[in-house]
């Protein structure tokens, strides 16, 4: 969070939740959480920013997307933003898939912009 909090700054942190791996039941569990932080970057800036984060705690990318990891650091919302290019998708498409991002919220229910249904 030290490096999250230089650029782009931390404005709140949820509780962080023990969940099973997405898709991979026998892999080992992850500890997940939602971080806020400023909007002084556009979102394909601060995508960036959280692969530099990434990288500097040791982060290596395979081609399987789901394989045990040091860290994931994934913009999954930047305020009403809508995006779909090669680069970024926003909102996150596996939003729905993480119920730690909700329990991050309080339980609350978020109207998202630009998920399918």
């Known amino acids: 969070m030290r490096l999250l909090q230089r650029e782009p700054g931390v404005r709140a942190v949820s509780t962080f939740y023990r969940t099973p791996a997405l ?7 992850f500890f997940n959480g939602v971080i806020e932080v400023g909007d ?41 933003e809508v995006i779909s290019s090669g680069e970024l998708t926003l909102p996150h498409p596996d939003i729905v898939e993480r119920p ?13 912009r630009g998920l399918p249904g």
């Open 23 to 29: 898709k991979r039941p026998a892999d080992p569990p």
């Open 40 to 80: 002084a970057l556009g979102p394909l800036e601060a995508k960036k920013r959280l692969r530099q984060i990434e990288q500097a705690l040791g982060r290596e990318r395979t081609a399987d997307r789901f394989a045990p990891r040091t860290v994931d650091l994934d913009l999954i919302l930047y305020g009403d």
């Open 100 to 112: 730690f991002v909700a329990a991050a919220n309080g339980g609350s229910t978020w109207i998202v």
